[in-house]
C-alpha cells in the first residue's frame, strides 16, 4: 500500500465490517490526504459506501452490525469509547447520492446543522449562509429566493444545496457518495468544478458514480472489490498504468 | 443558555439522555397498564373465588340478592349475542368489503367508505338508544313478542358495530391480494366473479379471519348498547326461541350492578369476577388476532 | 353467456349486501337529526336540566363531555405521543418491544366497562380520587392510549428514513433530529390519531359509569375532584332510567352527542387529507 503524504488526515486501520454477518470490508487499511480528492471506486456491492459511512459514523444508525480496527481523524481514534458523535460528524461532512433536501425552506436547510449546533446569532447564520451557497456555486441561483422551499429547486441545485448545508458546519472532511449520479451531465459539470474549488480548503472523499468521474476528479483513487482494498495510488497512475490484473480489467471497462 | 452561546457536547449529551430516557418509560408505560389493569380485577376480583363455593359460581343461576352467583346464563348470554352478531356481520362485512374493493366505480367507493367511517364513530350509547325507540318496536311486532329487548335486537346492534371493523380489515386483506393473482385468474377465461370466489377471497382467508377475530372482541365486549336492548334477564338461553327472548350479558350484567353494590360485599367481588373472564377473553381473542398481523410485520434496516 | 348471468346476478346481491350496510347507517343519522333538529335551541344547549330533566337543557352534560375529553387529552397525548416515539425511533425488535405491541393490542381489546371496573378500583378506590373528573379522564386516557399510541406511530413510520440521516450527518443527535424534523412532518398525522382517541372518549359511557359520572347535577363542577354529567352518561339515564321522557329530548341530547363526536370526526379526516396532498414526499 502505498503512502503518498507525511500528514494523512484520516487513517483507516486494519477496519473490516459486516452486516447480520456478511462481510462487507476485509481487512483495509489505507491513509487519506489533506486538501486532495480520494476516490474510492469499483464495482457495486465493494465496500466503497460502507466505508465512506463509516468515516463519520452514519453506520451507527444501522442494526446488527460488526467491525473491527480503527477510524483515525488526525490521529485520534473515532471509535474510541466517548467519541462526541455529533460533533465528529459537524467535523466530517457527508452528501448523499440522491438530492435530500429537508423539508423547510432553502435558508433553513443550509442552516439546519449549525443551528443545532447551537449558532443563533443572527449576522452569523446569514454570513454561513452566503458562504456556503457561494461555496456551493448555489448562490447566484438562488440569492432571490432563499425563503422559497428547498423542494422547488431542479435536481441539481438540491445536490448543491445538500453539499452547501454540509459545508455550513465548515466541517475538515467532506465525504460524497456518488453525489451526481441523479444529475444530468450540465449539473454534474458544476459539481465537479465545485469540488475542485473546495479541496483547496477539505479533504474530499468521494465514491463516484462512474468511472470516467473518478478520472476526472481523482488525486487519489483506491479501488474496491469485493471488500477487499485492491490497489490504492494516485488517480493519473492508477487509472493509466493499473499495476493489478482486476484493476486494469475494471478501469478497461472488462467488468463492472 | 445566553444568547451566543454553543452548548457544550456534553449539555447536548445530558439532554439526549433524559429525553431518551423518559421516551423509554412511556414507551413502557404501556406494559406497566396492562399489568396495573390485570392487578386491580385480581385483587378485586379473586376475594370471589374464595367466598363462593365454585358450584355455585358456575351454576346457572344469578341472582345476587340470594348468593346465587351462578355465572353461567351471563357467559352464555354473552355467548349467544356475540355469535349470532357474528353470523350477521360476516357475511354482510365481507360482501360489502368485496364489493368496495372489486366492484364498485370509484366514485361509489368515495362514498361509500366515509358512511361507513360514520358508522364507526357513533357513540355506543345512541345506538342502544336507536335501538330501543326504533327497532325493539319493530321487532316485537313482526315477531309478535311481549317485547322487543331480546338477544336478536342486541345482536342485531353488535353486529353493525362490529362492520365497520370487520369491513377495513377485510378491505386491506383483500388489497394485499397481488395483482398478478387476479390476472392468473382472468386470463385463464375466468369471469371477474369467478375470480374473486375463486382466487381473491381465498387467498385473503387469514385477513377475513383477523377481521372475523377482532370484531367478535369487539362485540364481547360491547356494554352500553347491549345493555339497553336485550332485556337484561339472567336466563340461561337453552332453547331454540332463546334468540327472540331477553337476555343478559357479561358487560350488562358489571355495567348494571356495579353502581348499586356495596364495595367489599361477595356481589361487589363477583362483579369484578366477571371482569376478570372479560379480561382473559378479549385478551386471547386479540392475542390470537395480533399473531397472525404480526407475522407480516418484521422490520430491520436504518433508523 | 350463463357465467355472465352468474356474475350480473352475483353484483347484484354484493351490491344489495353493501346497500344493507349503508341504508340503516344513513336512516339512523338522518333520524336523529330530524327528530332531534326540533329540540335543539339556545335553552337547550346552555340552560340547566328542569322538572326531573324533562325540561330545560342539558348544559352540565357538554360541559361535563368537553371537560372530560379535556382532561383525557392532557393525560393521554404525552404518554400516547411518547409510546409512539419511543417504538417508532428508539425501540429495536427486542423481546420487550415485542411485549410492548403486545400491551398495546391487549389495550385495544379490552372491554370499555372494564376500564370502568379498573379506574373503580385503582383511581376511585385505591388512590382515593373518589367519582371524579380527575379518576374518569385517567380512565379514559388509559383506554385511548392505544388508539393514539397505534396511529402516531404510524405517521412517524412514515417521514422517510433518509430525513433522519441527514439530520445525523449535519451533527443532529437522534433526538434533534426527532424534534426538528421527524416531528414536524408527523404532526397532522398525530393530530388525526390524537383526535380520533379522543371522540373515542368522549362518547363512551361504560368508563364513567362508576368513575365520575353524575346522574343529576344541575351546576358546573368546581374542581377536578367533582363528579359530573356527561352527554353519553345522560342520554343512557334518560332513555332508561327516567320513564316518561319526552321523546324529542332524548334525540336532541343524541344529536348533540352525535354532531360533537361527528364534527371531530370531519376535521380530523381533513387535516389528514389536507396535509397528504400538500406533502413533500
Request: with cysteine; net charge neutral.
Amino acid at each position: 500500500m502505498s503512502h503518498n503524504q507525511n500528514h494523512p488526515k484520516i487513517r483507516i486501520e486494519n477496519v473490516s465490517y459486516a452486516y447480520d454477518g456478511k462481510p462487507a470490508l476485509h481487512d483495509v487499511t489505507l491513509d487519506v490526504p489533506a486538501n486532495a480528492i480520494t476516490v474510492f471506486f469499483g464495482p457495486a456491492g465493494g465496500g466503497k459506501t460502507t466505508l465512506l459511512r463509516l468515516i463519520n459514523r452514519l453506520n451507527d444508525l444501522v442494526e446488527g452490525t460488526q467491525m473491527s480496527g480503527r477510524v483515525l481523524l488526525d490521529g485520534q481514534d473515532i471509535y474510541a469509547p466517548g467519541t462526541d458523535v455529533p460533533g465528529l460528524r459537524r467535523r466530517v461532512g457527508m452528501v448523499f447520492a440522491l438530492p435530500l433536501p429537508l423539508p423547510g425552506t432553502i435558508r433553513e436547510n443550509v442552516v439546519y446543522g449549525p443551528k443545532l449546533a447551537g449558532e443563533r446569532d443572527q449576522t452569523r447564520l446569514e454570513e454561513i449562509v452566503v458562504r456556503s451557497l457561494t461555496q456551493a456555486a448555489l448562490w447566484d441561483e438562488v440569492k432571490d429566493r432563499l425563503d422559497s422551499p428547498a423542494s422547488a429547486l431542479s435536481g441539481g441545485q438540491q445536490q448543491r444545496l445538500c453539499i452547501a448545508r454540509s459545508l455550513a458546519l465548515s466541517p475538515e472532511v467532506l465525504l460524497l457518495d456518488e453525489p451526481t449520479s441523479g444529475l444530468d451531465p450540465i449539473s454534474t459539470g458544476k459539481v465537479e468544478e465545485s469540488l475542485f474549488e473546495l479541496k483547496q480548503q477539505y479533504t474530499i472523499v468521494i465514491v463516484p458514480h462512474s468511472i470516467q468521474q473518478a478520472a476526472r476528479v481523482a488525486d487519489y483513487a483506491a479501488f474496491f472489490l469485493m471488500g477487499d482494498l485492491i490497489e490504492y495510488r494516485p488517480g493519473t497512475e492508477i487509472f493509466t498504468a493499473p499495476r493489478d490484473q482486476r484493476t486494469e480489467d475494471y478501469v478497461t471497462g472488462r467488468f463492472g | 443558555m445566553t444568547e451566543n452561546s454553543t452548548p457544550t457536547s456534553s449539555q447536548l449529551r445530558w439532554t439526549e439522555f433524559t429525553v431518551e430516557a423518559l421516551i423509554r418509560v412511556l414507551g413502557f408505560s404501556t406494559i406497566g397498564f396492562v399489568l396495573l389493569i390485570f392487578f386491580f380485577l385480581l385483587r378485586e376480583g379473586v376475594p370471589v373465588f374464595l367466598e363462593v363455593p365454585p358450584g355455585n359460581l358456575f351454576g346457572t343461576r344469578w341472582y345476587p340478592t340470594f348468593d346465587l352467583f351462578g355465572t353461567l346464563p351471563l357467559i352464555l348470554g354473552s355467548a349467544l349475542v356475540t355469535v349470532t352478531a357474528i353470523a350477521i356481520a360476516l357475511p354482510l362485512g365481507v360482501a360489502t368489503a368485496v364489493f368496495i374493493r372489486e366492484v364498485a366505480p370509484n366514485w361509489a367507493r368515495e362514498i361509500l367508505k366515509p358512511v361507513i367511517e360514520v358508522l364507526a364513530g357513533i357513540p355506543s350509547v345512541v345506538l342502544g338508544f336507536l335501538g330501543m325507540t326504533l327497532i325493539a318496536p319493530l321487532i316485537r311486532e313482526t315477531l309478535g313478542a311481549p317485547t322487543g329487548l331480546t338477544a336478536f335486537t342486541g345482536a342485531l346492534i353488535l353486529a353493525y358495530m362490529a362492520l365497520p371493523t370487520i369491513i377495513s380489515v377485510a378491505e386491506d386483506a383483500l388489497d394485499a391480494v397481488p395483482k398478478s393473482y387476479r390476472d392468473a385468474g382472468l386470463a385463464m377465461g375466468a369471469t371477474q366473479w369467478q375470480t374473486i370466489w375463486r382466487v381473491v377471497v381465498p387467498a385473503a382467508r387469514s385477513g377475513i379471519v383477523t377481521a372475523v377475530m377482532l370484531g367478535m372482541g369487539r362485540a364481547i365486549g360491547e356494554t352500553m348498547a347491549v345493555m339497553m336492548v336485550t332485556g337484561n334477564a339472567a336466563r340461561m338461553p337453552l332453547t331454540l326461541d332463546s334468540l327472540f327472548r331477553p337476555i343478559r350479558t357479561m358487560t350488562a350484567t358489571i355495567a348494571a350492578e356495579m353502581g348499586e353494590v356495596a364495595q367489599g360485599s361477595t356481589h361487589y367481588h363477583a362483579l369484578f369476577g366477571i371482569g376478570i373472564i372479560l379480561f382473559l377473553l378479549t385478551f386471547l381473542i386479540n392475542l390470537a388476532a395480533a399473531s397472525v398481523m404480526f407475522k407480516k410485520r418484521r422490520r430491520g434496516g436504518l433508523r | 353467456m350463463n357465467r355472465y348471468l352468474t356474475q350480473h346476478v352475483g353484483f347484484i346481491l354484493l351490491g344489495l349486501s353493501t346497500l344493507l350496510v349503508v341504508v340503516p347507517i344513513l336512516v339512523v343519522v338522518g333520524a336523529i337529526v330530524v327528530w332531534g333538529a326540533g329540540a335543539i335551541s339556545w335553552e337547550f344547549l346552555t340552560a340547566m336540566p328542569r322538572g326531573g330533566m324533562k325540561a330545560g337543557g342539558i348544559f352540565p352534560a357538554i360541559v361535563g363531555t368537553l371537560l372530560l375529553t379535556l382532561g383525557t387529552a392532557v393525560a393521554a397525548i404525552p404518554v400516547g405521543i411518547g409510546g409512539a416515539i419511543y417504538l417508532a425511533e428508539y425501540a429495536r425488535d427486542t423481546w420487550l418491544t415485542r411485549a410492548i405491541r403486545l400491551a398495546i393490542v391487549n389495550l385495544a381489546g379490552i372491554p370499555s366497562v372494564v376500564y370502568g371496573l379498573f379506574g373503580l378500583g385503582l383511581f376511585v378506590l385505591f388512590l382515593g380520587l373518589g367519582t371524579s373528573i380527575l379518576a374518569g379522564s385517567l380512565t379514559l386516557a388509559i383506554m385511548t392510549l392505544p388508539i393514539i399510541i397505534s396511529t402516531a406511530e404510524e405517521s412517524l413510520r412514515a417521514v422517510p428514513t433518509e430525513f433522519r440521516t441527514v439530520s445525523a450527518s449535519l451533527g443532529g443527535t437522534r433526538w434533534q433530529g426527532i424534534r426538528n424534523i421527524v416531528l414536524p412532518q408527523a404532526t397532522p398525522g398525530i393530530i388525526t390519531g390524537v383526535i380520533l382517541g379522543l371522540l373515542r372518549a368522549a362518547g363512551e359511557t361504560a368508563p364513567i359509569l362508576f368513575t365520575v359520572a353524575a346522574f343529576f347535577l344541575p351546576r358546573l363542577p368546581r374542581s377536578p375532584l367533582e363528579q359530573t354529567m356527561a352527554l353519553p352518561y345522560h342520554l343512557y339515564v334518560i332513555s332508561t332510567q327516567v320513564p316518561g321522557m319526552p321523546l324529542e329530548i332524548k334525540y336532541g341530547t343524541a344529536l348533540v352527542l352525535l354532531v360533537l363526536v361527528l364534527s371531530m370526526n370531519v376535521v380530523a379526516t381533513v387535516i389528514r387529507s389536507y396535509f397528504r396532498r400538500r406533502r413533500q414526499w
